[in-house]
């Protein structure tokens, strides 16, 4: 099992970035997945999640700005950001979910989003 995380940068405040994830070991259409983030000297938190039938919730800190998707076809999970923030300035990391919130699989090496100008 591994998750690959890619697509951060540095971006301007109010840009837009995609990141994603590629699965590999299980697959992501079947599973609740979810995007995760840590500021520095911030515990990890759960900013979008996506249930097996497609549902999706996010934090209140990034509503109406990040999207979660998935692609079955290639295993992978995606987070539209934008109108990014430099509160938004994390590591993020992608994982598989249970009980709406636990991260199930072992992490991946994140990637990391920068906003400043």
């Known amino acids: 099992v591994q998750l690959v995380e890619s697509g ?3 971006v301007q405040p109010g840009g837009s970035l995609r990141l994603s994830c590629a ?3 299980f697959l992501v259409s079947i599973n609740a997945m979810g ?4 500021a520095p000297g911030k ?3 759960l900013v979008a999640h996506i249930t ?3 549902s999706t919730n996010y934090a209140d800190s990034v509503k109406g ?3 979660i998707s998935r ?3 290639k295993n992978t999970v995606y987070l539209q950001m934008n109108s990014l923030k430099p509160e938004d300035t994390a590591v993020y990391y992608c994982n598989q979910v ?3 919130i636990v991260p199930f699989r072992s992490w991946g090496q994140g990637t990391q989003v920068t906003v400043s100008s």
Do not use: I, M
């Open 23 to 25: 699965a590999s070991g």
């Open 43 to 45: 515990e990890r938190e």
């Open 98 to 100: 249970v009980n709406n």
């Open 65 to 67: 700005r990040f999207t």
């Open 8 to 10: 951060g940068g540095l």
């Open 52 to 54: 097996s039938g497609g």
């Open 71 to 73: 692609d079955s076809a």
């Open 35 to 38: 995007w995760y983030r840590q």
